[in-house]
């Protein structure tokens, strides 16, 4: 989730065990905890460029590590409210605040490691998408005006704006989910895996994936609120299988990058169609019926001994734009 939201997040939940006096200091503290949580992303190995990727939505989102990361926090912000709280005060609302980073990443469509280390799991229900204007903006209105008036009430709407939004997602996610099914069944396919979220910035258009006998097919899907759903048949692609394509390279770097794209891309791996060196998630792109990735990695094979690049590929040119907003749009 993006860094605003995090923070709007952070603040009602602080708010929520505040005294009514303590409120606007309480807002301030639970809404820097809650963010603390993505300076993960800041942590960089420059010779191993997958390692950010590893590590960002780790550790620091884990439920273990929740009191750890609010008595860091604490520690620090602890100076700065030290006129208007107790130390114990700012370590609860810091509390608060951390405990909703992890939560909050993982009902977007990424993908948060909330058992680590026990688990190296990405747990993503596929609710809303990492940026979600409509849902920020509620609680901006809410939780400001929170902070404005000092009314507790207030926060009991934010928490129902947001639950609203996670309801409302999980009844699209399955409307289209069973939606792909169907398609998939009219297809005499039989999906082994299927993945369906929210692209970016709301929940009318839902991308959908399957794989079935080593291909990868992916569709629009439009759930209406008072109709049924629309679907846009997307693209389809042959699997990248390590064991197969790379098997060359076992014991080598390049292998063992392969590896960890695999575990981060939960194995939906795919050949970028314009560029066949790119491996990519095949999870994401700019439109949902796209399988040209929005991210992979970069194959090497006459240097085996070094980690692989990660690199972007986000076009979101007119053509692009225009085919995304017919789809948002249902034409």
Not at 7 to 19: K, Y
Not at 224 to 237: D, H, M, P, R, W
Not at 306 to 317: Q, S, T, V
Request: one cysteine or more; hydrophobic letters at 45%; aromatic letters at 14%.
């Amino acid at each position: 989730m993006d860094p605003l939201t995090h923070g709007l997040v952070g603040a009602a939940a602080s708010q929520s065990f505040s005294d009514k006096e303590k409120m606007r200091p309480a807002a301030f503290i639970g809404a820097l905890a809650a963010m603390s949580a993505d300076l993960d992303y800041f942590i960089h190995i420059p010779a191993d460029p997958l390692f950010n990727i590893e590590i960002h939505r780790q550790f620091s989102h884990s439920l273990i590590f929740i009191p750890a990361g609010a008595l860091i926090v604490s520690v620090f912000l602890y100076w700065l409210v030290r006129r208007h709280l107790s130390y114990k005060e700012t370590y609860l609302y810091c509390l608060a605040g951390y405990a909703t980073a992890g939560l909050l990443d993982a009902i977007t469509s990424y993908g948060t490691q909330l058992l680590w280390p026990f688990s190296e799991v990405r747990v993503a229900w596929n609710l809303v998408s990492v940026i979600d204007p409509f849902l920020t903006a509620g609680l901006v209105l809410l939780v400001g005006l929170t902070i404005l008036k000092k009314e507790k009430i207030l926060i009991a709407f934010a928490w129902f704006w947001l639950s609203l939004f996670l309801i409302f997602g999980l009844v699209q996610k399955e409307r289209g989910r069973d939606a792909l099914a169907e398609f998939a069944n009219t297809r005499g396919h039989f999906p082994e895996r299927v993945v369906v979220k929210p692209t970016i910035g709301n929940q009318m258009l839902w991308r959908g994936n399957y794989i079935y006998d080593g291909v990868i097919y992916t569709a629009g899907l439009r759930p209406g609120i008072f109709t049924g759903v629309k679907l846009y048949e997307g693209e389809s692609a042959e699997l990248v299988v390590i064991d197969e394509d790379f098997a060359v390279y076992n014991g080598t770097v390049l292998y063992d990058d392969l590896r960890r794209f695999e575990r981060l891309s939960e194995g939906y791996m795919v050949r970028h169609p314009k560029e066949p060196g790119i491996i990519g998630d095949g999870r994401y792109a700019m439109l949902p019926t796209s399988l040209s990735p929005l991210w992979g990695v970069k194959i090497d094979t006459t240097n085996t001994d070094e980690h692989l690049p990660f690199l972007f590929f986000r076009d979101a040119g007119e053509e692009v734009r225009s085919e995304f907003w017919k789809m948002l749009l249902g034409k």
